[in-house]
């Protein structure tokens, strides 16, 4: 297991951020942990599915084609509709000042689903090497700066209604 500056293992929770070792649930208030620990996911998933994209053999990019289609049914999909149902509609409804931030990662969320749909065996390389350096983008924005903002803006009630918040199965 790999280590960090200070001799502690890096687990699947951390993250290097500007050369700082992260744990984003732990950095969260309680009811945004659950997403931050998907985050912390989906970090993971993209550091896997970018080391199968480097390999650039057939077989690979096959299995990395399944993977990512079986992680958006399992866990992606619900975790991008969680964001918008909670979060991104109640930034859009009452602090407007945020609309371009929700409209900026609304559309990575677009551009994730397009990808996952679009990716196919003859550019299984180029197509897995992009999901997996947007999922990170995004995933670290989402870190950064929107759930600093919804920390700082929601009521306690608001936050909760985040935190319980179920998602329809996906079809």
Same mark, same amino acid.
Do not use: M, W
């Given at each position: 297991m790999p280590l960090n500056t200070n001799g502690?293992?890096?687990?699947?929770?951390?993250?290097?951020?500007?050369h700082q070792y992260i744990d984003f649930k732990?950095?969260?208030?309680? &009811?945004l942990q659950k997403l931050s620990k998907e985050h912390n996911d989906c970090i993971? =998933?993209?550091?896997? $599915?970018a080391a199968?994209?480097?390999?650039?053999?057939t077989e690979q990019l096959l299995i990395g084609i399944k993977l990512v289609k079986e992680y958006n049914l399992t866990e992606l999909e619900a975790h991008l509709r969680h964001e918008? &149902? +909670?979060? =991104?509609? !109640?930034?859009?409804?009452?602090?407007?000042?945020?609309?371009?931030?929700c409209i900026t990662l609304g559309k990575e969320h677009g551009f994730i689903r397009t990808l996952?749909?679009? $990716?196919?065996?003859?550019?299984? &390389? &180029?197509?897995?090497?992009? =999901?997996?350096?947007? !999922? +990170?983008?995004? +995933?670290?924005?989402?870190?950064?700066?929107? =759930?600093?903002?919804?920390?700082?803006l929601f009521t306690e009630q608001q936050l909760d209604a985040v935190l319980?918040?179920?998602?329809?199965?996906? !079809?």
């Open positions: 502690d293992c890096i687990t699947a929770e951390t993250y290097i951020l500007n732990e950095k969260r208030c309680r &009811q993971v =998933f993209a550091e896997k $599915i199968i994209a480097e390999t650039g053999h918008e &149902q +909670t979060i =991104f509609a !109640l930034l859009v409804q009452h602090h407007k000042e945020h609309l371009e931030l996952v749909e679009q $990716i196919s065996p003859e550019t299984a &390389q &180029q197509d897995l090497s992009d =999901f997996a350096n947007l !999922l +990170t983008h995004h +995933t670290l924005e989402e870190e950064t700066k929107l =759930f600093p903002i919804v920390e700082s319980n918040f179920k998602a329809a199965k996906v !079809l």
